[in-house]
């Protein structure tokens, strides 16, 4: 049973930090890919940051770059979402997936994924 169980989210108030965890369990963790998807109210669920497992190559959101890092402890059973100079507009829930499908790049939109955590809500507000 794989398990992705997302942590850390909150309030937070714009150009504020935050840091989300997603911890994996009951899945070799010789999986393809990871990473971390998000959805706001009346948008589509879009790709934030993923890696791909055997070589560390990482993709992320346009919106995002040169704010967010994606990392992951060397286990690879936890991966990070580390979130600076935050926006109202990142406002959603984030979700962690994972999967063993093989297609690149990943982070496009959320196809692909297999397993899904149940998310953990941010807000970006004054």
């Known amino acids: 049973q794989v398990q992705l169980v997302e942590s850390g989210g909150g309030l937070v108030q714009p150009g504020g930090s935050l840091r989300l965890s997603c911890a994996v369990s009951?899945?070799?963790?010789?999986?393809?890919?990871i990473g971390w998807f998000r959805q706001a109210p009346g948008k589509e669920r879009e790709g934030v940051a993923c890696i791909r497992n055997k070589d560390d190559s990482v993709v992320y959101g346009d919106s995002v770059k040169g704010r967010f890092t994606i990392s992951r402890d060397d286990g690879k059973n936890t991966i990070y979402l580390q979130m600076n100079s935050l926006k109202p507009e990142d406002t959603a829930v984030y979700y962690c997936?994972?999967?063993?499908?093989?297609?690149?790049?990943?982070?496009?939109?959320?196809?692909?994924?297999?397993?899904w955590g149940e998310g953990t809500l941010v807000t970006v507000s004054s």
């Open positions: 997936a994972l999967t063993n499908r093989v297609f690149w790049p990943l982070c496009v939109g959320s196809y692909g994924m297999e397993y």
């Open positions: 009951g899945f070799g963790l010789n999986y393809y890919g």
